[in-house]
T-cell receptor, first 112, second 109 residues
């Protein structure tokens, strides 16, 4: 009964490939997020969706495209992968307001 | 704007030592405050939270008190264990989650 589940957990791929990471939450939260964690553990928000609508779109290369088919799912598609895209990507959800966020277990992306 | 500042790591302690990881914040409203923990190779877990001034959050022997007068939310534990080795993130939520940079904690036997 994982609250926020993301797949795959590990992803190793070659430069130039296109890949997707999927995220699903069963908490009934309205808002979902994608974060990128770099090698120094710093977390940076990439995107946020509220009820399937994009509300936060930070300065991220347009090779990254989020898609939210419904409010329980937020997928991340990455085109033309580059070495610098290697990181851990976290999906999260929140009911909004001052409540905390629930995170998925992360996807470790390695581009070779 | 809103921000969170936490002490730089790594923090290295011996087992059974007393732990304090400092966290201060600036906020335009009345945020909720959180500590998250990331064990090696794992995801982010909520450790504890406090939603208003003077609230104390606690979990697994860790405590933090929401101090509005000093805008702080320091994490403490009376006796750390090797298994507490992890990265600890202080965060606030005021309609958006604002993270600290994380503090790596290393506990030696």
């Amino acid at each position: 009964d994982t609250a926020v589940s993301q797949t795959p957990k590990y992803l190793v791929t070659q430069m130039g490939n296109d890949k997707s990471i999927k995220c699903e939450q069963n908490l009934g939260h309205d808002t979902m997020y994608w974060y990128k964690q770099d090698s120094k553990k710093f977390l940076k928000i990439m995107f946020s969706y509220n009820n399937k609508e994009l509300i936060i779109n930070e300065t991220v290369p347009n090779r990254f495209s989020p898609k939210s088919p419904d409010k329980a799912h937020l997928n991340l598609h990455i085109n033309s992968l580059e070495l610098g895209d290697s990181a851990v990507y976290f999906c999260a959800s929140s009911p909004g307001g001052v409540y905390g966020y629930t995170f998925g277990s992360g996807t470790r992306l390695t581009v070779v | 704007g809103n921000s969170v500042t936490q002490m730089e790591g790594p923090v290295t302690l011996s087992e059974e030592a007393f732990l304090t990881i400092n966290c201060t914040y600036t906020a335009t409203g009345y945020p909720s405050l959180f500590w998250y923990v990331q064990y090696p190779g794992e995801g982010l877990q909520l450790l504890l939270k406090a939603t208003k001034a003077d609230d104390k959050g606690s979990n697994k022997g860790f405590e933090a008190t929401y101090r509005k007068e000093t805008t702080s939310f320091h994490l403490e534990k009376g006796s750390v264990q090797v298994s507490d080795s992890a990265v600890y993130f202080c965060a606030l939520v005021w309609y958006q989650l604002i993270w600290g940079a994380g503090t790596k904690l290393i506990i030696k036997p």
